[in-house]
Every structure is written in C-alpha cells, then in structure tokens.
C-alpha cells in the first residue's frame, strides 16, 4: 500500500507562484513513475505532468509547459511541482499518482495506482 499526501497549495494572484508537493510512504518510492493531474471546477481530470522514476525524464502539458516544473527527491520520497507565471485558468484541485511500474499512457489517470487527496489552487485574477 501506497499513501501519497499532497501539501502546498493556496490561494496566490495571477503570475505567481507555487510548489506543490506529494510526500509518499513506502521504502520503493524510487521506483514509481510520479505524475501530477488537476481537475478544474466543473470539468473533468487533466493530466498535468510527469516524472520516471530516476528523475531524467519529464513530460507536460501543453497548457503548463514552460511554466510548470516537475522534480522529485528520491531520498525524501516526495515529488514537486513548481508552478509559475499562474493563470485564473490553473485553479484545480492538484493530484499526485503513482505507477508502481511504468506504463507509457501516462496521460491517462487508469495508468496509476495510487493517488493523493489533492490540495486546492486558486488563481486570482
């Protein structure tokens, strides 16, 4: 079992910034593919970013790519995102994910195994 627990998020004004992060349980964090998805009020979930398990790979959106930055730090078992020059159109519920063994439909949120309780952004304009 995998318990991954967002933090992070808050109310910023456009152009601003936030980090996200998703601190995870377990001894064989290393090994998970991390990804990062947000659902809008009223809309359905997107996926927002990725990272493999070694942190060499990294993969976006179009709509954050540029502004956003997925990392992680393998001995604290946790994975970030930093998010910057924010948009009202970014508001979401942020959710971290975790695939205990990679699977290349990373944009689709049955690819992973667990997941967090997000935590809330909102974007003033």
């Known amino acids: 079992q995998v318990q991954l627990e967002e933090s992070g998020g808050g109310l910023v004004q456009a152009g601003g910034s936030l980090r996200l992060s998703c601190a995870a349980s377990?001894?064989?964090?290393?090994?998970?593919?991390m990804g990062w998805f947000r659902q809008a009020p009223g809309k359905g979930l997107e996926w927002v970013s990725v990272?493999?398990?070694?942190?060499?790979?990294?993969y976006y959106a179009d709509s954050v790519k540029g502004r956003f930055t997925i990392s992680r730090d393998n001995a604290k078992n946790t994975v970030y995102l930093q998010m910057n020059s924010l948009k009202p159109e970014d508001t979401a519920d942020y959710y971290c994910?975790?695939?205990?063994?990679?699977?290349?439909?990373?944009?689709?949120?049955?690819?992973?195994?667990?997941w967090g309780q997000g935590t809330q952004v909102t974007v003033s304009s």
């Open positions: 994910a975790a695939q205990l063994y990679y699977r290349n439909n990373y944009e689709e949120m049955n690819s992973y195994d667990y």
């Open positions: 377990g001894r064989t964090f290393s090994r998970y593919t």
């Open positions: 990272i493999n398990s070694g942190g060499g790979s990294t």
